[in-house]
């Protein structure tokens, strides 16, 4: 009985070491996602799980401006996408090894599409109003055109879509996939709310009467447009 004790324990020890191990094997995914932009990257990274790493341009040491001349959101995406790719693998050529480990990169687009405004800004959501200056000057401008465009309009129907171009390393060969996340609503009347970012003021999601900008940062990042291309993501990635 003593015996048995003792080959028991053994046993279960084993298990759980093995288990640990294999725990331990499991390699942390690193994806560089094209973006500076701060809101974006922690909005990702709070949607993403465990396990997968977001490095952004910053950090990987890429500065060069991209020229996003595509007139698609698929095709700016893929324009993002390709230039950071272009950029590893060059860096990773010329004995930059710390690059070498990254597992791929992705890039997103996204535009507001009005339904009365026959889909604008769409892919020029970001620079609509043709303002210069900060980022939240931008966006202000931004929403002020947007208001202005749908002032007396009943039909205020609108929907954000992103397209997330994935492109993953296998040795000397790249795989590229693409997949999107849209999320229904309407333009409010007026700015509504002091979170979020860009038009988030404006834009109330299908199922709530509140913008994206009053909506608790968790609730936002289950139903946005980006929530859904990242879980779009996560499902191509679960299939490497």
């Known amino acids: 009985m003593h015996m048995c004790n003792i080959f028991c324990n053994f046993a279960a020890e084993y298990v759980r070491a093995c288990a640990y191990n294999i725990m331990c094997d499991k390699r942390i995914m690193r994806f560089v996602f094209a973006s500076n932009n701060s809101h974006k990257l922690s909005e990702v ?3 993403m799980p465990s396990g997968i790493e977001i490095l952004s341009l910053r950090e990987i040491g890429f500065t060069s401006e ?3 001349t595509g007139t698609t959101l698929e095709a700016n995406s893929r324009i993002k996408a390709d230039a950071v790719y272009s950029y590893i693998r060059s860096e990773v050529a010329s004995g930059h ?3 070498s480990d990254i597992d791929g990169v992705f890039a997103d687009d996204t535009g507001l599409e009005i339904d009365a405004l026959c889909g604008q ?4 959501t970001a620079r609509w109003s043709g303002c210069r200056g900060t980022e939240q000057e931008v ?3 931004n929403r002020a ?3 202005h465009e749908l002032s007396g309009c009943v039909n205020r129907g ?3 879509r992103t397209v997330v171009t994935l492109i993953t390393m296998n040795g000397s060969e790249e795989q590229v996939r693409q997949v999107e996340g849209v999320v229904r609503g309407c333009i409010a009347d007026a700015e509504r709310g002091e979170g979020g970012f860009g038009y988030d003021p404006l834009f109330i999601p299908e199922g709530y009467n509140q913008t994206f900008a009053e909506l608790p940062i968790r609730v936002k990042n289950t139903i946005s447009h980006r929530a859904r291309a990242m879980e779009a993501l996560k499902a191509l990635l679960d299939k490497q």
């Open 45 to 47: 990274r709070q949607i």
């Open 66 to 68: 991209i020229d996003e």
């Open 97 to 99: 090894s710390v690059l």
């Open 121 to 124: 800004p769409g892919v020029y």
């Open 139 to 141: 966006f202000a401008a």
């Open 145 to 147: 055109k947007a208001l």
């Open 158 to 160: 609108a929907q954000f």
